[in-house]
């Protein structure tokens, strides 16, 4: 139990196009999704903290006209990558909260690639 | 605020030799700690998490790791080391608002 996808598993674009990945919880409800991002031999960098049903709260630092997120359901968040660039390429990286859990316990998808040419 | 220190960026171990790998915390109250595994263009998985109650967590694939309160430390530890092992490592501190913060990471390298 506890899977999460994310599609695609990688991605190639133009700069200048704009890209979406999902982010899926396969078997459970999750009421609160992460995203990440992680450069090339970096840690992984919260962007994002997507509650179902209300707006994306950013970290500081993080463009939210330019990394536009939508949790439309409980099983589903999305992360639109707008107006790509070459600095945009990473790996992005998702995670869901188990509704009901009473502590903090994320799963993890297992990332997507993007480069931006 | 809360921060998550590795010192060690490589490690290199012999298969067959035993592990520690070091992780500090910063973070105020009681931590929620976690050991994640990560393999080259993969995602994370989760070794063990320490929440509350004994501070010695056993995890998957015979790591274990011991929290520390006093030296704020929660170090990974594994006996013998398998060429499997080879990965990146992050140890991690989540807050009360679901809010995880990775270490830098340290990248394990197994000897034949």
């Known amino acids: 139990g506890a899977v999460v996808s994310q599609h695609p598993s990688w991605v190639i674009c133009k700069s200048g196009t704009s890209v979406k990945i999902e982010c899926r919880s396969l078997?459970?409800?999750?009421?609160?999704m992460f995203w990440y991002r992680q450069f090339p031999k970096q840690s992984l960098m919260l962007m994002a903290t997507s509650n179902e049903g209300s707006k994306a709260t950013y970290e500081q630092g993080v463009e939210k006209d330019k990394f536009l997120i939508n949790h439309a359901s409980l099983t589903l968040s999305t992360l639109t990558v707008t107006s790509a660039h070459p600095e945009d390429s990473s790996f992005y990286i998702c995670?869901?909260?188990?509704?009901?859990?009473?502590?903090?316990?994320?799963?993890f998808g297992p990332g997507t690639r993007l480069t931006v040419l | 605020a809360q921060s998550v220190t590795q010192p060690d960026i490589h490690i290199t171990v012999s298969e067959g030799a035993s592990l520690e790998l070091r992780c500090n915390y910063s973070y105020g109250a009681t931590p929620y700690l976690f050991w994640y595994v990560q393999s080259p263009g993969q995602g994370l998985q989760l070794l063990l998490k320490y929440f509350s109650g004994d501070t010695l967590v056993q995890g998957i694939k015979g790591f274990e790791a011991e929290f520390k309160r006093s030296q704020s430390s929660f170090n990974l530890r594994k006996p013998s080391v398998h060429w499997s092992d080879a990965a990146e490592y992050f140890c991690?501190?989540?807050?009360?608002?679901?809010?995880?913060?990775f270490g830098k990471g340290t990248r394990l390298h197994i000897l034949p």
């Open positions: 991690a501190v989540a807050d009360r608002d679901d809010k995880i913060i």
């Open positions: 078997d459970f409800q999750a009421t609160t």
């Open positions: 995670s869901a909260r188990v509704r009901g859990r009473s502590y903090n316990e994320q799963f």
